[in-house]
């Protein structure tokens, strides 16, 4: 399977800490993206890190790409508890056709205890 | 941001029947669309790739005659289960990208139940 691994699987924190969520994944990449989920189901676009970038900031999120052991975190800094969602890496991958094919990874549910 | 529409929302139907859910981009020319799964609580596992105008290249594991796929046109594309069963009951998502893109824009989901 090309799916990425994610950890934890959950994690449960109090507002204004730190959450840090990992992804690993298999397959060289074009660009690796982190998308927030609600329980309503739809996807949220969080950041976007191509594959020649180290780090990407924009607001509260930071991200990090590790081509080399092929590996991403996402963290997010003084968390809410409307933070509290699923949150997935997704590789872009050659293979769409004329468009990067994402490849989720397995997800982590973070709860933001108020 | 681009806007990808996707319906219907909910669709309950009897096993044996077919359901065909659109994904509709609407303001912008979806080269590619996917079309990805997601059952309770797991990811969303790709299902299928569809180019405008082309055969759908779908993901190993999925039945491409279960699961049709149609993209005539740059903005719309179909998938139908045939013959549904309990079993297909699941989150449908679609999802569309322009030409040489990085980002895809995503539907809002169906979610079908199949009793």
């Known amino acids: 399977s090309q799916q990425g691994e994610e950890d934890p699987q959950a994690l449960s924190i109090q507002e204004g800490e730190n959450a840090t969520m990992n992804c690993s994944y298999k397959?060289?990449?074009?660009?690796l993206q982190w998308y927030r989920q609600n329980s309503g189901r739809g996807l949220v676009h969080l950041i976007l890190?191509?594959?020649?970038?180290r780090e990407k900031h924009s607001g509260r999120l930071r991200v990090t790409l590790d081509t080399s052991k092929k590996s991403s975190s996402l963290l997010i800094t003084a968390s809410r508890a409307a933070d509290t969602a699923s949150y997935f890496c997704?590789?872009?991958?050659?293979?769409?056709?004329?468009?990067?094919?994402?490849?989720f990874g397995t997800g982590t549910l973070l709860a933001v205890q108020p | 941001g681009a806007v990808v529409s996707q319906h219907p929302s909910w669709v309950i139907c009897k096993s044996g029947t077919s359901v065909k859910i659109e994904c509709r981009s609407l303001d912008f020319q979806a080269t590619t669309m996917f079309w990805y799964r997601q059952f309770p609580k797991q990811s969303l596992m790709l299902m299928a790739t569809s180019n405008e105008g082309s055969k759908a290249t779908y993901e190993q594991g999925v039945e491409k005659d279960k699961f049709l796929i149609n993209h005539a046109s740059l903005t719309l594309s179909t998938l139908t289960v045939t013959s549904a069963h309990p079993e297909d009951s699941s989150f449908y998502i679609c999802s569309a990208g322009a030409l040489g893109g990085e980002k895809l824009f995503f539907g809002s989901g169906t979610q079908l139940s199949v009793l």
């Open positions: 890190i191509r594959s020649n970038e």
């Open positions: 997704a590789t872009g991958q050659r293979g769409g056709g004329a468009t990067n094919k994402l490849i």
């Open positions: 397959t060289s990449i074009n660009n």
